[in-house]
C-alpha cells in the first residue's frame, strides 16, 4: 500500500517559538502561511508541519499524490481507493473522504495506542 509522502503535524502553542526552535534543528520554512497559523518545514527529505489552534494533538499524515518536495507524482493511488482496501480490512475510520469525487479528499484512521492518522491528497 503506497501511502504517499510522510510528515508528523504538530499541534503547537506559538507558531513563532516552534519555527525559532526547528529552524535550529536544520528545519527550513518550505510552505505555508503564518499569518494563518501553518507552516510547513524541511529537512533535507524530512518534513514536518506546524499548526497553531488547528487540532488537539500531533498528527501523523500522509499525502497521497505527493513527493517530499509537494510535488505532483504521475502515478498514485487514490485515497478513496486507500480508504476501500482499509475499510476492506477491517480498520474503522474516524472520518471518511466522498468515494462519488474525485481530486482532492482526506481521512483519518487511529492506531491502537489513538494517535491520529490522516490521508490527505491534495491533487
Known amino acids: 500500500m503506497e501511502l504517499g509522502n510522510f510528515s508528523v503535524s504538530l499541534a503547537v502553542k506559538d507558531i513563532e517559538a516552534s519555527k525559532l526552535f526547528y529552524q535550529k534543528l536544520g528545519f527550513a520554512v518550505f510552505m505555508g502561511d503564518q499569518s494563518r497559523n501553518w507552516l510547513i518545514m524541511k529537512n533535507g527529505r524530512h518534513v514536518i508541519g506546524l499548526f497553531q489552534g488547528m487540532f488537539d494533538k500531533?498528527?501523523?499524515t500522509?499525502?497521497?499524490?505527493w513527493d517530499s518536495d509537494?510535488?505532483?507524482?504521475?502515478e498514485f493511488t487514490d485515497v478513496r481507493e486507500l480508504q476501500r482496501q482499509l475499510k476492506a480490512l477491517g480498520v474503522a475510520l474516524l472520518s471518511e473522504a466522498d468515494e462519488s469525487t474525485s481530486g482532492p479528499a482526506s481521512f483519518m484512521v487511529a492506531d491502537p495506542d489513538g494517535n491520529t492518522i490522516l490521508l490527505d491528497q491534495h491533487v
Open 62 to 65: 500522509f499525502n497521497p499524490g
Open 58 to 60: 500531533n498528527i501523523m
Open 70 to 74: 509537494g510535488q505532483p507524482l504521475r
